[in-house]
C-alpha cells in the first residue's frame, strides 16, 4: 500500500535534533550574518540559483539541504546549518523502539537530508541544475548512532528527492520521501519541513484567529529556550497554514505549508546569532503520518523573506492561486 502525505490531527511532540543537546557547546561564532556568494556562484559543495529577487542555496555536502536563503538585493543569509541537523530539510520520525542512540540518549529511526549527528553527511545520488531551479536526490542517513557500529548508519531503504525552484519573492519547496523498507514504523509526528534559522529571529508569528486570510490581527510568541533533547516542544496552530520568525524590527522568514496548521518552536542558545551560530530559532510545520513499508510522503512548502506584512500578502496569494 502506497500513502500520500495523509493529515490525521496532532498527538505526538516531535523528538529534537540539529545539535541542541543539553551538554558543553563551542563558544558560538560572532554574528557576520554570512554573506551569499555571486549569483550563478558553484563553489566545491555549495550549487545557487537566483532569479533577481531571491537568491537560494543548497550545500551538496550535507545532502543538499538548503543553507541559504536571502533577497537578491541584501545578500544576507537568514538560515543556520552549524551542523547537519540544521539547514531547511527533510527529516522523518518512525517507532523503532531504542535502536539508536545520540550521545547517551536513546533514539528512534530518524533518516534525515543532512546527515547524521556524529557528522557524517547524507549521500547525494543525483543533481540537476537549470537557470531557476535545482533538483536533489539523497540517501539520507539516521541521525542517531548504531551501538553495534558506533556510527550513523546511510538509510540504504530510504530516497528524499527535492526540487526547489523561484518565483517573484518566494522559493516553492518540493519535497518526496519514499521508505522502502519492511518495517511498520508506526504514526509518528513529521517535520514538513524543519527549519532552523538566525537565533536573532527570535519572535515567532502566525494568526490563529477564526477569519483566515481576512486580514486579522497576528499572534506573536517568545519561544522556549531548549535546554535539552528531552523537551516538550511547544505546540501553535495557524488557521492561515504559515509561520514565521521575525526581528524586533518586523523583518525576518515565512514558510506556508498548506494542509500543515500545526507546528512545534523553540530557540536555542543565547546567542549572538549568524549562519554557523551554535544559538538558532527553529520551527517546523507537522503532521502525524505513519511509515509503512512503501510509504510515499509529497508535499510543497513555500519559503518567503521580508516584512511581516510582506511574508503575509506573499502567502495569501499563493493561497488565492492554489
Known sequence: ??????????????????????????????????????????????????NGKVQLGIDLSRGGA????????????????????RFIQQSYYGNDGKAYLWSTNNWTWNPIQGGGSDGQPARVDEVKQGPNYIKVVTTPRQWG???????????????????LSLDGNYATLSFKFEYNGDKILGKSSQEMPALFCDWDLNNFVLYNGKSPWTGGELTYITPIVL?????????????????AYVNDEGYGIGL????????????AGGGPGGAKSGSCSYFAPVRQIHILPETIISYK??????????????????????
Open 1 to 50: 500500500m502506497r500513502i500520500k502525505s495523509v493529515i490525521i490531527p496532532l498527538l505526538m511532540i516531535l523528538p529534537l535534533l540539529g545539535g541542541c543537546e543539553d551538554k558543553p557547546q563551542a563558544e558560538p561564532e560572532p554574528s557576520t550574518h554570512e554573506p551569499w556568494g555571486e549569483p550563478g556562484m558553484k563553489g566545491k559543495d555549495h550549487v545557487y540559483i537566483t
Open 66 to 85: 538548503i543553507f541559504h536563503f536571502s533577497t537578491a538585493e541584501e545578500k544576507i543569509n537568514r538560515l543556520n546549518h552549524a551542523d547537519e541537523g
Open 145 to 163: 548512532r548504531l551501538a553495534s557500529t558506533g556510527s550513523c548508519p546511510l538509510a540504504e531503504d530510504c530516497r528524499m528527492t527535492e526540487t
Open 227 to 243: 535546554s535539552g533533547v528531552a523537551n516538550q516542544n511547544p505546540m501553535a496552530t495557524s488557521a492561515e497554514e504559515w509561520y
Open 256 to 267: 506556508y505549508t498548506p494542509g500543515t496548521g500545526s507546528a512545534v518552536y523553540y530557540t
Open 301 to 322: 512548502a513555500y519559503l518567503t523573506i521580508g516584512t511581516v506584512d510582506e511574508i503575509r500578502s506573499t502567502f495569501k496569494a499563493i493561497h488565492e492561486k492554489l
